[in-house]
């Protein structure tokens, strides 16, 4: 069976899953797109001329020719759209974050667990990168003893300007909660924040420590720097017992240019996980086609990164630890 998917939203991460979707996901057909720009959605329409054009996200979700979504419009409509899927019982690949805040989040949970079934994965690509699947192995095995601390670092080379430090927690920093979450195999219970002095480079937010404890007693760091300048840059270690194990996110060639040796740094996250947003598309296409179970990250886990990510605005703002509280976990979403 083809999957007809429908893409909502032809910006950046819309024509990024478009051209997978078209050049590396057998199974799957970009069938309809959305978007109010005639520009961005004429650059994914190159990639996949047979696709018919909606007049509206509601009108492509409901059309009887398309079976999943992958909504990948403005922050604030994922939500919505994702809740309007669930009615329509289709599929829907929803880019991160969920919500804008915990309340919105929680909405396509409830609405999830009314419909009885998962429809919603959530664009956390993380979880499909091979350098976080050994970490989290590494922890499942318990090889190395049981984990301690999970260092991150989250680097962009330059952010565009409506970032603020609010932003740097609730559209960056959230990779950092949910992948925590999936390698530790433990929910996140505390957070405090630490700002440094803003860089000359972006006088208008300051780069971002945060410190999570995790119910297991592990301790997630992170600094979260969006404005680093010399490229993207994700790293993460993970210290157990016994030894450490780090993600080793070199590309597969190394140069020696002008007396230096290294490799080039990625301008973005798209070419790091490169693999990772392709497994994750190749994972919801089969879920689509009822031939796979539901994977990757779920509206729960969407809401959980919310609950964290309001939480550590709350730590930022009254400068104290801020314990984390999403509530139970619905029986949808047992492990
Ligand atoms: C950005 O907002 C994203 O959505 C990317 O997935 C992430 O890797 C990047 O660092 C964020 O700033």
């Known amino acids: 069976m083809t999957v007809r998917i429908g893409l909502i939203g032809c910006g950046i991460m819309g024509e990024d899953h478009a051209r997978i979707l078209t050049g590396d996901v057998p199974g799957g057909e970009l069938a309809g797109v959305f978007d109010p720009s005639p520009e961005r959605r004429a650059r994914v329409q190159a990639l996949a001329p047979g696709a018919r054009v909606f007049d509206s996200p509601e009108a492509l979700i409901a059309d009887p020719g398309i079976d999943a979504v992958i909504i990948a419009s403005p922050d604030a409509t994922h939500a919505p759209l994702a809740l309007a899927a669930i009615r329509a019982e289709k599929p829907a690949l929803v880019e991160k974050p969920l919500g804008t805040d915990p309340e919105t989040a929680r909405t ?143 590309p597969a060639v190394r140069q020696r240019v002008a007396g230096v040796t290294g490799h080039p740094v990625p301008g973005d996250w798209r070419p790091r996980f490169f693999e990772a947003y392709r497994v994750q598309l190749k994972a919801f296409v089969r879920f689509a086609a009822g031939t796979g179970p539901a994977v990757g990250s779920s509206a729960w886990d969407g809401y959980v990164a919310a609950v964290v990510a309001a939480a550590g605005l709350k730590a930022l703002e009254d400068r104290r630890r801020v314990p984390i509280n999403p509530g139970p976990r619905p029986a949808l979403y047992a492990h």
Request: net charge negative; aromatic share 8%; glycine share 8%.
């Open 108 to 250: 396509v949970v409830d609405a999830e667990v009314a419909a009885g079934r998962r429809l919603i994965q959530v664009g956390f690509m993380r979880r499909f990168d091979p350098g976080y699947r050994a970490l989290r192995d590494t922890v499942v095995s318990g090889e190395l003893g049981a984990p301690l601390f999970l260092h991150c670092l989250h680097r962009n080379a330059v952010a565009p300007d409506y970032i603020g430090s609010d932003l740097i927690i609730a559209n960056s920093s959230v990779h950092e909660f949910d992948i925590a979450r999936f390698v530790l195999g433990a929910d996140l219970v505390s957070i405090a924040v630490t700002a440094a002095r803003a860089s000359q480079k972006a006088p208008a937010r300051r780069p971002l420590f945060l410190v999570l404890e995790a119910e297991n007693g592990a301790v997630l760091t992170v600094e979260a720097f969006l404005d680093a300048q010399y490229g993207y840059d994700v790293q993460g270690e993970l210290v157990c017992e016994t030894g450490t194990r780090a993600l080793s996110p070199e």
